[in-house]
């Protein structure tokens, strides 16, 4: 059999085929969207879109858009942060009268990092079927082009804007030996990436996918020593939406760090926090604020 030329793809028997599928009724939908290139939603996704009686969405104006790319014209139901609660009675509502509602994000799939955990919930509490219609994923996108080889890996998605939480939340991350999978903003990123700097030291690999799917998506890999100066390098690269992957925890790394938790337990026992945090990072070289988070949590001050 002969490859088929990829101007013949719309004629593929397949693409028809989402149509001739089950969609029941009575059931919401769990709709993953694109995270850049329109183009990236499945057959099915667009099927159900077309024959859902509501969409349920997380901004009205953003699905509204979409849709209209895809030549829709919906009910939009606002199901955003503060309302999933209240919003989710409305949805089992429809559903208990044999709707189908899609539920769909701003990007990606719903529940990640998004909205939707709650209405699931909610809606399944009530004996009512939930399908999921996957697709795209910032995460996974971003790990499938890292070229980071590790079977395992940690979603932490966004780190807690504070300085003093985000250090604490890293400091539980140092031993964890998965890649770490973070989300970002971009006006934080140079400060997120600085505090990983800090807790990780310089030598982890760290991955930035800016951009998946879109224009000027761009994938860089640079031990974490580097980040800072590869973000600066183009003032654009503060801007866009970022993924970033760093390492795992490696086994000299993990030894690197028993041997700083030995240094501060050993002068936890003589000195004040701050006085141990401040030797620590003589003895050992590392970021005096990473050591000073540590010997809290130590002392149980944290
Ligand atoms: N539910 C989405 C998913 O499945 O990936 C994530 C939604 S979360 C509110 C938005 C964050 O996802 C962004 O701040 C960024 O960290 C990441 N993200 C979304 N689209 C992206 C893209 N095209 N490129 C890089 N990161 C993206």
Redesign the pocket.
Known sequence: MTDIQSSQIAQLPVIGEAAQQSYPTATLYIV?TP??NVTDISLRALQLLALADAVACEDTRNTGHLLTRFGLNKPLIAAHQHNEREVADKLIARLQQGQRIALV??????????PGARIVDAVRAAGIRVLPLPG???????LSASGLVNDQFYFV??LPAKARQRESALQALLTVPAILV?????HRIVDSVAALLAAFGPTRQIVF??????LF?EIHRCPLADADAWLRADAHREK?????LVEGASEAGDAADLEAERILQILLAECSVKQAAHLAAQITGRKKNALYERALAIRGDA
Request: hydrophobic content about 45%; overall charge negative.
């Open positions: 993953a995270i850049g994000s701003d990007a990606g799939t719903p529940g990640v990092s998004d795209a994923s910032a995460a996974i996108t971003a998605g966004f973070f989300y970002e903003a971009p996918a800016r951009e998946l799917t879109k998506e866009g939406e970022f993924v970033v």
